[in-house]
């Protein structure tokens, strides 16, 4: 069945350093690939999406990259900052599901220091 | 513009009593879903509704029931509260199926003791 799965977390950064959150996926066809972001006590935002290989998906200077050839979607950030600091979790949703059910990564969780 | 509301926000139960979750969007959203949230787990998907008028269990749909009341509302019900289901849980909406993204409501967070 399809799956996703992130780096463990916490992952604790200084202020401007660069962000990288790993994330992999198994599934059948062409799933579109999402990026969420969970701030405290706050429920889920969509951060940014692709729905097809190669498309790069960008969003608040995050950005992530379909690759279908290392079935992926890394999230990256130049240079981030404590208003950053946040759960973030990586999803898809199956391209031969017609429910639009999403599957969800375990989440990662970003502390920037300042 | 709300999007999608959630009430309550905060519950605490005894084991074996009944609550409804009640959520509602503003969106003129074909689909909704149901997810509950529990540390180190992601969110499982407990039931959805792909379209009005049909409603189909997700991956932890033992002791929940849903309602899709009308196109702008999704209820959860526990029927008998067990510890296990103390969980953060939240509604969702979207346009479609296949590759739209979804929308989360604010979450309910629910102790059973």
């Known amino acids: 069945g399809n799956s996703v799965t992130q780096m463990e977390g916490p992952v604790t950064l200084s202020e401007e350093a660069f962000l990288t959150i790993n994330c992999t996926y198994t599934a059948t066809g062409y799933p579109s690939l999402f990026w969420y972001v969970q701030y405290p006590g706050e429920g889920l935002q969509l951060l940014l999406k692709?729905?097809?290989?190669?498309d790069k998906g960008s969003n608040k200077g995050f950005e992530a990259t379909y690759r279908k050839e290392t079935t992926s979607f890394h999230l990256e950030k130049g240079s981030v900052q404590v208003s950053d600091s946040a759960v973030y979790f990586c999803?898809?949703?199956?391209?031969?599901?017609?429910?639009?059910?999403?599957?969800f990564g375990q989440g990662t969780t970003l502390q920037v220091k300042p | 513009n709300a999007g999608v509301t959630q009430t309550p926000k905060f519950q605490v139960l005894k084991t074996g009593q009944s609550m409804t979750l009640q959520c509602a969007q503003d969106m003129n959203h074909n689909s909704m879903y149901w997810y509950r949230q529990d540390p180190g787990m992601g969110l499982r998907l407990i039931y959805y509704s792909a379209s009005e008028g049909t409603t189909d269990k997700g991956e932890v749909p033992n002791g929940y029931n849903v309602s899709r009341l009308n196109k702008r509302e999704f209820s959860l019900r526990l029927e008998s509260a067990a510890p296990s289901q103390t969980s953060v849980y939240f509604c969702?909406?979207?346009?479609?199926?296949?590759?739209?993204?979804?929308?989360f409501g604010p979450g309910t967070r629910l102790t059973v003791t």
């Open positions: 999803a898809l949703s199956g391209s031969s599901s017609n429910t639009g059910k999403l599957i």
């Open positions: 969702a909406s979207s346009a479609g199926t296949s590759g739209y993204e979804q929308y």
């Open positions: 692709a729905t097809k290989a190669d």
